[in-house]
């Protein structure tokens, strides 16, 4: 009994909506703009870290080793390198390929040759991906290596690391601010749409709890219009999203194919849309609640 009389309420809910389409579709896609905005900043932060991590090459580290170390000390070292959190390559560079690239970059040539033998170590170049671990993390992994058999010495310049993940901290804290404060807009929102509706039916709320109606039989159907009308504009959302990526792959394609790469935009996926379908849904039930929750409480006082 008590599942056909929710199904009634919903029926009633949905029947509401239908048959006030144009304030409907206007208070649904308010609500879509509104929830949109947190998502679109939250899916440009995904891809923002998604272009940052395909930056190695900037998060690098040379490892000089001894002039004396044994193969045996360079194996190991390799496949110590290969097994970090992060490493995305290791490349050996010997002392002739290191002489090589040294008198190809500086042009000292003739200087070198004055010397009379390679004074260049061997090396190991080791490319992060720079998203892979905290500053602090990435530091004490470097210490470690440089303290490892055959290494003399270690270079890195991990202080753009520590900046970037610093800016990626602070665009995502305001993004949960901005999604806090816009949900509060979608509550009230919902809510004075809900009283729009409680206005309307006054008297047949008035009559329902005169012949005996209970707070949750006439609460009901408002919190299945709330629901509704949040979950269609969390799809709705979603739909803007993933219409507004679409439009800009083409150019982002271009302007990637300009610098020598590629890169796809990232939208939500299926469970992020799913998730964003549910907290929208949420939001909408809770303005319901609220607003249904003073007039009810006016109403049986």
Do not use: C
């Not at 992060?128 to 058999?149: E, F, I, K, R």
């Not at 055959?150 to 890195?156: E, F, H, L, T, Y």
């Not at 929102?189 to 005169?210: F, K, Y």
Request: hydrophobic share 50%.
């Amino acid at each position: 009994m008590n599942l056909h009389v929710r199904l009634e309420a919903a029926k009633n809910a949905l029947n509401t909506l239908i048959r006030q389409p144009v304030a409907t579709f206007m208070t649904v896609f308010a609500l879509a703009i509104v929830l949109a905005l947190p998502v679109g900043l939250f899916a440009a932060l995904n891809n923002l870290q998604q272009l940052l991590g395909h930056w190695q090459d900037q998060a690098q580290i040379s490892l000089f080793l001894h002039q004396e170390a044994s193969a045996a000390q360079i194996q190991n070292l390799q496949t110590l390198l290969e097994r970090g959190t992060g490493v995305v390559s290791v490349r050996y560079v010997g002392k002739a390929a290191a002489l090589t690239e040294f008198e190809h970059t500086a042009g000292m040539t003739a200087a070198i040759q004055t010397l009379g033998e390679n004074p260049l170590p061997a090396s190991f170049v080791v490319e992060l991906n720079p998203l892979a671990q905290s500053p602090s993390s990435l530091q004490t992994l470097v210490a470690y290596w440089g303290q490892q058999p055959g290494v003399a010495s270690a270079q890195s310049d991990l202080g753009w690391v520590a900046r970037l993940q610093a800016i990626l901290a602070l665009g995502q804290r305001a993004v949960w601010i901005l999604t806090g404060l816009l949900a509060v807009g979608v509550i009230l929102v919902m809510g004075n749409t809900i009283r729009l509706h409680i206005a309307q039916r006054r008297d047949e709320i008035d009559v329902e709890s005169l012949v005996g109606a209970t707070r949750a039989f006439i609460r009901r159907p408002f919190l299945y219009q709330g629901l509704f009308q949040g979950a269609v504009a969390g799809l709705l959302a979603w739909l803007i999203v993933a219409i507004t990526v679409s439009a800009l792959q083409g150019p982002v394609e271009r302007l990637a194919e300009l610098y020598g790469t590629r890169f796809h935009l990232l939208g939500l996926s299926s469970g992020q849309g799913l998730v964003l379908i549910a907290a929208s849904a949420l939001l909408g039930w809770l303005g319901s609640r609220l607003a249904v929750g003073r007039h009810l409480d006016h109403t049986f006082s």
